[in-house]
Each structure stands twice: as structure tokens, then as C-alpha cells.
């Protein structure tokens, strides 16, 4: 009544108070209510802290707005991982403290023991009613076992109680039964026979599997890369609000022909907003090169730090070239280094190139580590990577000056498409290092990658140029 002002005077800060009481008496959609107000009605001051808690507690039980189930996610991509950490031990102690109701369900029962992390509860509620042919038991059954909770992990029996719900018309279990085709989990990987799995949970009403299904078309997974397919199903489960097909929908529109920057924006934000890392990151490279948008660095850098403050590779190697260059956020070399070492520890190329590159041009250098991160990135195949060890063994930084290597690594570079070693190998060529002095083929080598854009080469034209020119003077 205070929220919306009916029959009182419209007050957020009573509708608050009146939300607390419920929700500290354990009332789910209150707890729910709260957390939304935490979150939208504090002005410009939102305390994302508190409405990940009380969202987080309001998601549970008989509250089923599907929408509610996305709202803890958007609150926590407002948090650092430490910040979410601390949380969720609160959520569980309070869940600890606030024992649930005796439900006269046992299936209900099984969820808020689940939900309390009490597994073995949840298996000696859930296992009679499996056994007896409950279709939503076997699924819930065979979560317990693909995740090992409270029982052996065993993917044969998560698929034999699946397959019993999903014969019974269960749509969830009969997505995860496509799933395990799909990725050769317990079976033998077999895309047709996903699709089969998926087609029919989309059949009976699984979004998430409207969503797979315009993933294998995205990625042509079992026949031919239909587009228009992938939108028409990820469109169907992005519209239900299902963060994967919202996902793919951006994805789709922002890089294949034909392109359609606002529909990216459009339903990457959506899914941004639920707190959907890579969609982070594709709303900020839109931003970063202003497809669709005005190029905004600073919107770039706020959502690629929403994405790096998750753990994501792309978001934390895009926001720290926005620190090494200080476009949008004052530059930072120090914290470019830090982001680019947390992507590279979990394997990005990208970061591994470019704390590489940094070991070696931005103070503190040190060539060892130049070549060891350079090394990692270059066996991932990353051309530019393979460029830059051309350059220390070029250059002798840190390792024995040898030129025959440095032209085999730039010819790596080359064939992985990275037009700036045709610089390279052309100066090798021009100066006859490690090979024999030939102008004419430096000169057709720097022509090519100056056509291409390699500003390095088109001044060594224009040198070149000029030498000509006083020489016939």
C-alpha cells in the first residue's frame, strides 16, 4: 500500500519498513520486494549489498514470478567476487537460523531442504516420490546426482532418472537429456540426437531449450550455420526472459552479416542486466567502438569492470588496455598489468600477448617474463604473440640475439594474420639479418603491409622514398 500509495500517502520509506517485518519473519515475497527496493528506490545511492541478500532469500519457495529467479543475478553484477562471497555465507547463515516449515509436500519439503543446502534431507524426501514415478522428483533426482550432492556423483544415474522424468513429457529432464547428447557426457556425442531432445522439451514448454536449439544453429553443431533459425529460437527464449537466448541474440546481431548494431545493444543489455558476463563485455566493445552508439570509453570501461569484477577473461583484458591506455579511466599501467595477469591465469591468449608485450615495454620490464607469457599465447596459436618473440630474439631481450629465429617466429605471425610481421620480416630483408640482403623483396613486403594499414611500413616507404629521391638528386 505505502509502495503505490494506495489509501495512504505514497511513502518508499514505509514500504520498506513494512517489507522488512515480512521478510524477517521469512515471508519469500517480501524478502523479494525489499531486495527490489534496495536495488531501484535509493535514489542515486542503490545498496546492491542488501539487495543481493534479500533477493537471494526471496527467490525460494512458492514465489514463482520467473522474473524474480534473474533478480539476485543483476544485484550481484553490481559486486565485487569478495562482496558476493560475503553474502552468500550470510544467505546460508541465515538459511541455517530459519529452519523451514514442516510441508505437507514432500517435493516442496525436498526444495527448501535443497535450498538450505541440506542434500541428504532433500534425498530421503525426493527418492520415495522418484521411485514412484514423480516426474519433477526423478528430475530433481538427477541434479543430485550430475552435481554430487548428497550422494556419489554418477552421470549414469543423473541420465537414468532424467530419462524416466523425460519420458513422461518432463521438460527440464528432457533438456538435459539433450544436453548430455550435445556435449558426449554418459553418451556418445551425437548433435542430431540433442536437437531431437531439445526440440521436444521446447515442445513442452522448456525455454532454456529454445535457447540450445538456437545455439546449434548459431554454431552450425550437427548440419549447416542457419541464422535465421538461431534468431527465431533464441529470439523465442530471449523474449521469455532467458539470459542464454538474450545472449546469442546479441551475439548474432552484432556479428553476422547482416549486422544490426540496436537489436545488439537491445538484447545485450538484457542480458547484462541479468548479470551475464560475456553480454557485459559485447555492451561495452559496442560502446568501446561505437556501433550503434557514440563511441562512450567511459560507458566501455563501467561495463567491461562489471564483467572483469566477475572473473571474465574478455571483460578484464579490454578494461585493462583501457587503464594501459587511459582512454575513459585514467591510466594505470599497474592496474592494466593486474587485469591482464588474472585473464591470463586462466588462459586468455589475449592477456597472456599483452602481459607479454608489457614484460617488455612498460616498466618494470623483465624479459623473462616477456618470453614465458609469450610463449603461452603463441602455442594457442596467437599470431601477435608469436610476433613479439620474434622481437626479443630480434632484439636479444633476454635471450641469445638470433635473427634465423626471430624470421621463423615472425613467418608464424604472418600466417596467423597479423599484418605487422610483414614489417618485421621486410626490415630483416632490408638490413639482411639472419638472411641474405634482397631490397626488392623488403620493398614489396613493406608496400603489402602499408596497403594494409601498418603505419610502421608506410613511414619505412617514405624514408625509402626519399633516399631514392637525394640518391638521383
Not at 540426437?193 to 522439451?201: D, F, G, R, S, V
Not at 537466448?245 to 553476422?256: K, N, P, V
Amino acid at each position: 500500500m505505502y509502495e503505490f500509495g494506495r489509501s495512504v500517502a505514497q511513502s518508499d520509506a514505509e514500504a520498506m519498513n513494512w517489507y522488512k517485518k515480512a521478510a524477517e519473519q521469512d515471508y519469500a515475497e517480501s524478502q523479494a520486494q525489499l531486495g527490489i527496493m534496495y536495488e531501484h528506490l535509493q535514489g542515486e545511492n542503490p545498496n546492491y549489498v542488501e539487495a543481493y541478500f534479500w533477493e537471494s532469500l526471496g527467490v525460494r519457495g512458492a514465489f514463482k514470478n520467473p522474473d524474480v529467479y534473474n533478480l539476485p543475478r543483476m544485484a550481484a553484477a553490481h559486486l565485487t567476487p569478495d562482496q558476493r562471497k560475503a553474502v552468500d555465507e550470510r544467505v546460508q547463515a541465515w538459511l541455517k537460523a530459519h529452519p523451514a516449515q514442516t510441508y505437507a509436500d514432500p517435493l516442496q519439503g525436498g526444495i527448501a531442504a535443497y535450498d538450505r543446502k541440506d542434500y541428504e534431507t532433500a534425498l530421503k524426501l525426493w527418492q520415495p516420490l522418484a521411485e514412484q514415478g514423480n516426474a519433477a522428483a526423478q528430475t530433481r533426482l538427477g541434479n543430485l546426482y550430475y552435481k554430487g550432492e548428497g550422494v556419489t556423483q554418477s552421470v549414469a544415474e543423473a541420465l537414468r532418472w532424467w530419462r524416466k522424468a523425460a519420458d513422461q513429457s518432463e521438460p527440464i529432464a528432457e533438456n538435459n537429456v539433450g544436453n548430455f547428447y550435445q556435449n558426449g557426457i554418459g553418451v556418445p556425442r551425437d548433435p542430431a540426437e540433442a536437437m531431437n531432445w531439445y526440440l521436444l522439451a521446447a515442445k513442452h514448454g522448456s525455454v532454456r531449450a529454445m535457447a540450445n536449439i538456437g545455439w546449434l544453429y548459431q554454431h552450425g553443431v550437427g548440419g549447416a550455420v542457419n541464422d535465421a533459425e538461431a534468431v527465431k529460437w533464441s529470439k523465442m527464449a530471449a523474449e521469455k526472459g532467458d539470459v542464454q537466448g538474450q545472449r546469442q541474440l546479441g551475439w548474432i546481431y552484432t556479428y553476422r552479416s547482416p549486422v544490426n548494431y540496436p537489436e545488439a545493444m537491445k538484447w545485450s543489455l538484457k542480458a547484462a542486466a541479468q548479470g551475464d558476463v560475456s553480454s557485459q563485455s559485447n555492451v561495452g566493445w559496442l560502446y568501446l567502438q561505437g556501433l550503434g552508439v557514440p563511441k562512450d570509453y567511459a560507458e566501455a570501461a563501467k561495463w567491461y569492470r562489471l564483467s572483469a569484477n566477475q572473473g571474465y577473461a574478455n571483460g578484464q583484458c579490454q578494461l585493462a588496455w583501457l587503464y594501459l591506455t587511459g582512454n575513459g579511466i585514467p591510466k594505470d599501467t599497474s592496474q592494466a598489468r593486474d587485469l591482464y595477469q588474472k585473464g591470463a591465469a586462466q588462459g586468455d591468449s589475449t592477456c597472456e600477448t599483452m602481459l607479454g608485450w608489457m614484460s617488455y615495454n612498460v616498466p618494470p620490464v623483465d624479459y623473462n617474463e616477456a618470453m614465458k607469457w609469450s610463449l603461452k599465447a603463441a602455442n594457442q596459436g596467437a599470431p601477435v604473440a608469436q610476433n613479439n618473440i620474434g622481437c626479443l630474439y630480434e632484439n636479444g631481450y633476454g635471450v641469445t640475439q638470433d635473427y634465423r629465429q626471430a624470421m621463423t617466429w615472425y613467418q608464424k605471425g604472418m600466417k596467423g594474420g597479423y599484418i605487422h610481421t610483414l614489417f618485421n620480416i621486410g626490415h630483416l630483408y632490408a638490413e639482411g639479418l639472419g638472411v641474405q640482403k634482397n631490397a626488392s623483396r623488403a620493398r614489396m613486403l613493406m608496400v603489402i603491409a602499408a596497403s594494409l594499414g601498418d603505419q610502421d611500413a608506410l613511414d619505412w616507404l617514405i624514408m625509402d622514398n626519399w633516399k631514392m629521391i637525394v640518391f638521383l638528386l
